[in-house]
């Protein structure tokens, strides 16, 4: 990741600009006596006379706030069914507007598995499979191309390796999950469907908190995993730590086509969505571009834009970041 000093930012409490509605009053129509008809019952919409139909207006929706709650409560509904080859997975939670959403979606068990049997480091692999690719080569050009072979190998592992210390390659992991956790990406946005993009954010920022905050085992089968569970696993497990639920938030997150940045602290990860801040809300500004705070961690439900405050101290100066942007799309 690269390194970056910032200040972490705050708009200013400045309140908004509040609208004014304004109630019209139609003129009485030519010929109007003042008299009112006796009481009686009101006929249906379809049969009202035209002149009584122009008066009617429909009563409009209420306007959701643009303001997330400082408290919301939490529900953990979850389960999950296996249905014809896809896991089934159902779950309940309260968004940061203080509305109940129960949404429903899908995940291809093969796509599942494929990505946990894929991901992790096992180094008798990795040397087999090094070994074999170098025998194309002769003992010059393998020495030349030892490093970027390794490089390689480890990349299809969902890993990065550098200085021959490898680590979670969080962005391809969250840019390989993207296609495949569309469906509960478009799951999310139908209930969100009345919502702005910061009220949008603030759905899927809950969401992933009140998943189950669990760390992920470091071995699993004969792979290391530095602690990370891929996206896939974190929504059909229903469960997964900072860095797992970042990268499953950012793999969701990318299906709307809007970057974000993945920020590494010790011990910690959040993420930056670029949205516009709100009102006493913390972002970071990367290249004259607001990303605000995301603490997609739980199990504590902060609303987009504030943080613990062991968070907000540790971003104040230098952090590392990835910016992640979805792909372009194709025009083939």
Not at 226 to 251: Q, R, Y
Not at 257 to 281: A, K, T
């Amino acid at each position: 990741m690269r390194a970056f000093d910032a200040f972490v930012w705050g708009f200013g409490g400045l309140a908004g600009a509040c609208g004014l509605l304004l109630v019209l009053a139609s003129h009485p129509p030519a010929g109007w006596s003042g008299l009112r008809p006796a009481p009686g019952p009101e006929p249906p919409p379809d049969t009202l006379a035209p002149e009584t139909a122009t008066r009617i207006r429909p009563t409009p929706p209420p306007t959701l706030p643009d303001v997330y709650k400082d408290h919301v409560g939490s529900r953990h509904e979850f389960s999950v069914a296996e249905i014809e080859g896809h896991f089934g997975l159902s779950y309940g939670f309260i968004d940061h507007l203080g509305r109940t959403q129960r949404i429903y979606c899908e995940v291809s068990r093969r796509d599942h598995e494929r990505e946990s049997a894929r991901y992790g480091y096992d180094k008798d692999e990795i040397r087999a499979a090094l070994h074999a690719l170098l025998q194309d080569y002769g003992p010059e050009d393998a020495q030349r191309m030892r490093e970027r072979l390794e490089v390689g190998l480890f990349r299809q592992h969902g890993l990065t390796l550098e200085n021959h210390i490898w680590g979670p390659d969080y962005e391809q992991l969250a840019t390989r999950a993207r296609p495949l956790l569309d469906d509960c990406f478009r799951a999310l946005a139908r209930a969100g469907r009345e919502y702005n993009e910061r009220q949008l954010l603030g759905l899927f920022v809950a969401f992933l908190q009140e998943i189950e905050y669990q760390l992920p085992p470091e071995v699993i089968g004969r792979r290391q995993t530095a602690g990370v569970w891929v996206p896939t696993e974190v929504l059909i497990g229903n469960h997964g730590d900072c860095d797992s639920k970042a990268t499953a938030f950012a793999a969701l997150w990318l299906n709307a086509g809007s970057p974000l940045l993945l920020i590494d602290l010790p011990h910690h990860m959040l993420v930056g969505v670029e949205v516009r801040p709100g009102p006493g809300e913390k972002y970071v500004l990367v290249n004259n571009r607001y990303f605000v705070l995301c603490e997609v961690a739980g199990p504590g439900k902060f609303h987009p834009g504030s943080a613990s405050h062991n968070t907000l101290t540790a971003i104040a100066g230098h952090f590392d970041y990835k910016l992640v942007a979805a792909p372009a799309p194709r025009t083939d």
